[in-house]
């Protein structure tokens, strides 16, 4: 059977997500976060060299990366669910959110996460340095990018309500996770079709059976 190890709030409840959208069976390994660093424990270390989450396990396979993850899944479970069809107009903007969203969208968030969180463990006498010289940082850099992203994804969803045609693909599973962690670090005020997506993607019972598996996540 298809094991997923699992993070406490992380990027691995998108294939529990998924996982559940398809009916699939599959077993759980939950890993904690340290709570201290909120790094993961040395137990992913022993699954795979990065010790990152997501990894699955399926048989002699060992396989670390959403995207490809994803990917595996939906080829063994898929049945052409989640996908739009080779040839489908949508099939490339399908791909192209698939790799966009850890590619492009992930790296000014985990940059925003890792510049707020530096003050915050600094020494005391250094707080008022790093946060002079993190704030500067992510005024100048960081903040105009997230604000260009969201921009971006609002404008991508406000005509269907989801990122790839129609109807709901495995890309609006794998860009759920930057739109979650977009609205904590860059706000939607302003943005009423993220929101309503979010709203939709939160009330389907595929996403809350894969929470209640899954345990806590901060982004829901
Ligand atoms: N691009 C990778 C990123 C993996 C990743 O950074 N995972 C985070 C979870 S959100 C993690 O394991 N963080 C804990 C750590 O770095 O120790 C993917 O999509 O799988």
Same mark, same amino acid.
């Given at each position: ?29 939950? $890993? ?15 699954? $795979? ?49 698939? $790799? ?121």
């Amino acid at each position: 059977m298809l094991t997923v190890h699992h993070l406490n709030n992380s990027r691995s409840q998108r294939v529990l997500w998924l996982l559940e959208e398809l009916g699939a069976e599959y077993e759980i390994v939950r $890993h904690e976060r340290d709570k201290q660093t909120m790094l993961a424990p040395p137990s992913l270390k022993a699954v $795979h060299p990065l010790g990152k989450s997501p990894v699955i396990v399926d048989g002699e396979l060992t396989l670390a990366e959403t995207g490809p993850i994803m990917e595996y899944i939906l080829d063994k479970y898929g049945e052409g669910r989640l996908t739009p069809a080779k040839g489908d107009a949508d099939y490339w903007p399908y791909r192209y959110w698939m $790799h966009y969203a850890e590619g492009s969208a992930m790296p000014p968030l985990v940059m925003k996460l890792v510049m707020t969180q530096i003050p915050k463990r600094a020494p005391f006498f250094m707080k008022p340095f790093a946060n002079a010289i993190l704030g500067k940082a992510q005024k100048a850099f960081v903040d105009p990018q997230l604000v260009r992203h969201a921009d971006y994804w609002e404008a991508a969803v406000q005509d269907t309500g989801w990122f790839a045609g129609e109807a709901m693909t495995a890309a609006d599973i794998m860009m759920s996770f930057p739109v979650e962690a977009g609205a904590q670090r860059a706000g939607y005020e302003s943005r009423p079709a993220l929101k309503d997506f979010l709203k939709r993607i939160h009330a389907r019972p595929a996403y809350k059976a894969a929470l209640e598996k899954g345990g806590p996540y901060a982004y829901a």
